[in-house]
């Protein structure tokens, strides 16, 4: 999806702010239309729905919530372009908002917090619906790697990792705490397999420093840097007393 905010009095002959909006309702049908998560129907068919699976549900949730926002407003917006409605302030807004390639005010209602403009949301957008259709085809599993910031809840699945330590130790889940360790691997695609005893995430950086992992440390970050991406972390959960608390 490619946006460029525009001004419709820049010049003879530039895209309206309706031509503009029904190009791009059109481009999010298209990307989004058939989008939904049948989560009744996945959950009847887990064996056991634990910890992890709770999250991904959680998450499934709040994307057919927005999904069906994005829907619906459009459609309604795209009655109004045919005469069929009224535009209303609403809709009007919404036009407005896919003109100057910002997030909708009642799509941003529902999603996660971002500064994003709206093409980049978008792909941000259909990069978590991935994860989570990843997920869904093998719902008994957590991904290899999960992607921690693809997910509007991520402290929950932080949270999975002792739930889940704390049922197989039968351990009060109160004493745990999450303690990390920064592998080497810095793509999903270096990463065999699954953690044994933990999960495996992907998608944090620093800011104002860098991870050096040649010498597995914390560096200055480099010239013009503001932010430096961190490998794969392999996420556990361990006693208060183990993590020295």
Not at 40 to 63: A, C, K, S, T
Not at 166 to 187: C, G, H, I
Not at 190 to 200: C, H, I, K, T, V
């Amino acid at each position: 999806l490619e946006l460029q905010p525009r001004d419709a009095s820049s010049s003879d002959g530039a895209s309206s702010p309706q031509q503009v909006a029904e190009i791009v309702t059109n481009e999010l049908l298209e990307k989004f239309g058939e989008k939904c998560f049948d989560v009744e129907d996945l959950v009847r068919g887990l064996d056991e729905q634990g910890p992890y699976q709770n999250v991904f549900i959680q998450e499934m949730d709040v994307m057919n919530v927005l999904l069906a926002e994005i829907k619906r407003s459009i459609k309604e917006l795209k009655l109004g372009f045919a005469g069929e409605l009224t535009m209303s302030d609403a809709m009007e807004d919404l036009m407005s908002s896919l003109f100057l390639d910002r997030i909708p005010t009642t799509w941003s209602k529902k999603s996660w917090p971002t500064l994003r403009p709206l093409a980049s949301w978008v792909n941000n957008f259909s990069d978590r619906l991935n994860q989570l259709e990843e997920w869904a085809n093998n719902p008994g599993e957590i991904p290899k790697v999960t992607w921690l910031s693809g997910l509007v809840n991520p402290t929950s699945f932080l949270t999975a990792i002792c739930q889940v330590t704390a049922q197989r130790n039968k351990w009060e889940l109160d004493r745990l705490v999450t303690f990390t360790d920064v592998t080497k691997r810095m793509s999903i695609d270096e990463q065999d397999s699954s953690s044994r005893d933990g999960a495996y995430i992907i998608g944090l950086s620093m800011q104002g420093a860098r991870w050096d992992v040649a010498n597995v440390q914390i560096e200055k970050s480099q010239p013009k840097e503001m932010f430096s991406v961190m490998p794969i972390l392999n996420v556990k959960a361990v006693t208060k007393e183990k993590a020295n608390i």
